[in-house]
């Protein structure tokens, strides 16, 4: 999967590999991130190629995407797979997975960039989102991108304490927030092109 993305790292096979353990590594701790981390990234790299980008930034984003919860090794179990909501001090555990994702991807000099995405995709267009309260254009469009696409799948999946979104509910969702938590282009963008975010939901659907 990860091979066609990384043509400028001279050790293509090694980096697929790291970014696949690591991957796998977090899906055996958090059995709902199985598929969720597959559907970001995939919704992420095809709204990204939608606005254009290309080259090296589409690959940081697409990795970044599938990467985007690795920070939650680092969060309790009895936390991240409790079967109800969350209490206040164990919502401050969650809230620190953006950076512990961001200290395990920086320790690699070719991955910094993608740290960063990572470090920044639960900031809120409105400055009001963790870990730094970043607002509007200062958060990376990557970020901004990711964390659209991250909201989507999360609404529409069935969680032990609630039920899933329909499609038109979710979409209703995120535009209520647009300008609010997330980037009023990004939004706008999906928007006007549902069908692209409804396939990977429709995919979703299929393996239930």
């Not at 997330?182 to 239930?208: C, E, G, H, W």
Request: aromatic share 8%; with cysteine.
């Amino acid at each position: 999967m990860f091979r066609k993305l990384l043509p400028r790292f001279r050790d293509k096979e090694i980096y697929h590999d790291i970014i696949e353990s690591l991957v796998t590594a977090l899906e055996a701790k958090d059995n709902y991130t199985s598929g969720h981390s597959e559907r970001v990234a995939s919704m992420s790299y095809e709204l990204s190629k939608g606005f254009g980008i290309k080259g090296s930034e589409l690959q940081n984003i697409h990795i970044a995407a599938h990467l985007h919860d690795i920070g939650k090794i680092g969060v309790p179990d009895k936390v991240l797979n409790k079967n109800g909501k969350l209490l206040p001090h164990e919502w401050e555990y969650i809230k620190m997975h953006p950076k512990i994702g961001f200290n395990i991807l920086s320790k690699s000099k070719r991955l910094k960039y993608i740290s960063k995405i990572v470090l920044y995709h639960h900031e809120r267009w409105d400055g009001k989102g963790y870990p730094e309260g970043l607002s509007g254009i200062t958060i990376p469009l990557g970020s901004r991108i990711i964390a659209v696409c991250d909201s989507i799948d999360a609404m529409t999946s069935e969680r032990p304490y609630r039920k899933a979104m329909g499609f038109e509910e979710c979409i209703n969702e995120i535009t209520i927030n647009t300008g609010l938590m997330f980037d009023p282009v990004v939004v706008q963008y999906i928007v006007d092109n549902m069908n692209t975010v409804r396939k990977f939901l429709d995919s979703k659907n299929a393996q239930v």
